[in-house]
């Protein structure tokens, strides 16, 4: 992918996990408010964020803003840039129509898809390739929504080449580190990359020697210190979202191009394996 400046959105994701308790009450308000802040003056924004002026500095230089005025104008910009100027999902107003709902969700879509496409990094989708396909097994693993990402992932990789296993009950995931070797791989799932089931699990993936491939939106959250590759979805989600349509949208489209790729590079090995699971299946249908 061609290098370009990272956006507002994307800057607050690098970081988010390095800001204090009142910066990050900024990002989050910033992240959901994209609109009203662009006109804010700082002042404003402090008072919206219940945080100080001083807060909202250190803020903007934490992103790497010369001051207030070069982060809003930032924000103005990444405002201007997304498809057809559409508000995010989490704005619907209580007067929209179903017409309305509609476009803004599909906004808020397109929206997903097109950060993630940008956050791609070309040479992260061939080691991740490289760690599955060279894998003994590999555990597909997330916690509460990331579970259904992981389980999508399971059964479509299943679809192509053996060993891909969803383990879905936090305590059997442990159950399941604890036998992993160093020719195994797992494939986590997790928007924030920031629990205390992830942590407790990766720190005994880690002492098996197994290597990790993560799914997130936060390439600096906790999870990331222990993935060998870090899969960098789009979509920003609100606090009160907890799992948003966009942000799974985003990492199904993350799973897609790592399958495609890995059935690329194996292509004979991989049209076996279909055509085998295609011939009993057969027997499911009338």
């Known amino acids: 992918m061609p290098n370009r400046p990272r956006t507002v959105l994307e800057r607050i994701s690098d970081e988010y996990y390095q800001l204090t308790a009142s910066e990050r009450k900024v990002a989050d308000y910033v992240v959901i408010h994209q609109r009203d802040t662009q006109f804010m003056s700082i002042s404003d924004l402090a008072d919206a964020c219940g945080v100080a002026e001083a807060t909202v500095s250190r803020f903007c230089r934490r992103l790497k803003y010369k001051g207030y005025n070069a982060f809003k104008l930032a924000v103005a910009n990444t405002a201007a840039q997304r498809p057809g100027n559409l508000v995010l999902s989490g704005e619907i107003d209580p007067e929209d129509n179903v017409p309305d709902l509609c476009q803004k969700l599909y906004g808020s879509a397109v929206d997903a898809l097109s950060q ?68 195994d791989a797992v494939l986590f799932f997790s928007y924030s990359g920031a629990t205390r089931d992830l ?88």
């Open 199 to 286: 942590l407790d699990l990766l720190e005994v993936v880690r002492e098996r020697q197994a290597k990790v491939v993560l799914v997130t939106h936060f390439p600096k959250s906790p999870a990331a210190g222990f993935a060998d590759v870090i899969l960098q979805c789009g979509a920003n989600e609100g606090p009160l979202q907890m799992g948003s349509v966009p942000a799974r949208i985003a990492q199904l489209f993350l799973v897609d191009v790592l399958f495609t790729e890995v059935c690329r590079r194996n292509g004979d090995a991989v049209k076996n394996v279909q055509e085998q699971i295609a011939d009993v299946l057969s027997l499911k249908h009338l």
């Open 116 to 183: 993630t496409v940008s956050l791609i990094r070309p040479e992260d989708i061939s080691a991740a390739a490289d760690l599955l396909t060279n894998a003994s097994r590999v555990l597909c693993m997330g916690q509460g929504g990331s579970m259904i990402m992981a389980m999508e992932a399971a059964h479509l990789f299943s679809t192509a080449m053996p060993g891909f296993v969803p383990v879905w009950d936090s305590h059997l995931q442990l159950v399941a580190a604890a036998t992993l070797t160093s020719k």
